[in-house]
């Protein structure tokens, strides 16, 4: 699979657009793009997934580069309850049942 | 529907013992995958499990085993516990291993540590 590399943290402020960078410059044609979020002491929760397109749904959207060698996701509001530590993970396992997350990115949202 | 549940919660072993962790899946999910999170670093795939078989398996040694049973509950087994064991083991149940459906939900989670 695909390594993934994100900033380590991130701030932003309470009900900006949160814009979460992600590269993953190694990726083959068949692998998807993951992000999940972790929120502290709970499991990981899915937000979104894509393959080539843009893709949008009611908690945030991805923007897929056309190379795609980088992909960023977007909180359109952030809030406080948004704050969590957000995984970017490349895999080829066709069902994203088979992940390995990184380091992921800690966004701080602030009032 | 009941979401995936986990356990038990917080687990406390001595190297060379064996643990079993016990997951329940959500309602109409047949596959269940295992991760293992360290403290400070990102959950990493074990394996999962489908149809009662193993279907896939992370880069971990063969002391970690795992059963799923008709109800699609699992098992995640450890033998010969090391100190490195100590982690959040999180259960993840899916509807698929196969096709477009790519949300996982995870559970809570068990804390091991291993003294």
């Known amino acids: 699979d695909a390594k993934t590399t994100q900033p380590p943290s991130m701030d932003c402020a309470e009900g900006r657009a949160a814009n979460l960078p992600c590269n993953h410059s190694?990726?083959?044609?068949?692998?998807?793009v993951y992000w999940y979020r972790q929120i502290h002491s709970q499991g990981p929760q899915y937000i979104i997934h894509?393959?080539?397109n843009n893709e949008t749904n009611e908690m945030a959207s991805l923007i897929i580069t056309e190379d795609r060698k980088s992909s960023t996701l977007i909180l359109p509001h952030a809030t406080l309850r948004d704050t969590a530590v957000y995984y970017c993970i490349v895999s080829g396992d066709n069902a994203g049942n088979m992940l390995t997350f990184g380091g992921g990115t800690r966004l701080m949202v602030k009032p | 529907e009941t979401g995936v549940t986990q356990s038990p919660t917080h687990l406390i072993k001595t190297r060379g013992q064996q643990v079993t962790l016990r997951c329940s899946s959500q309602?109409?999910?047949?596959?269940v995958s295992w991760y293992q999170q360290a403290l400070g670093q990102g959950p990493q795939f074990i394996f999962q499990y489908y149809r009662e078989e193993e279907n896939g398996r992370g880069n971990f040694p063969p002391r970690f085993s795992g059963l799923q049973f008709p109800n699609y509950s699992s098992e995640l087994n450890v033998n010969a516990l090391e100190l490195d064991d100590s982690a959040l083991y999180l259960c993840a149940s899916s509807r698929s291993s196969s096709g477009s459906l790519h949300e996982q939900f995870f559970g809570p989670g068990t804390r091991l540590t291993v003294l």
């Open positions: 190694t990726i083959s044609g068949n692998e998807y």
């Open positions: 309602s109409g999910h047949n596959t």
């Open positions: 894509g393959l080539k």
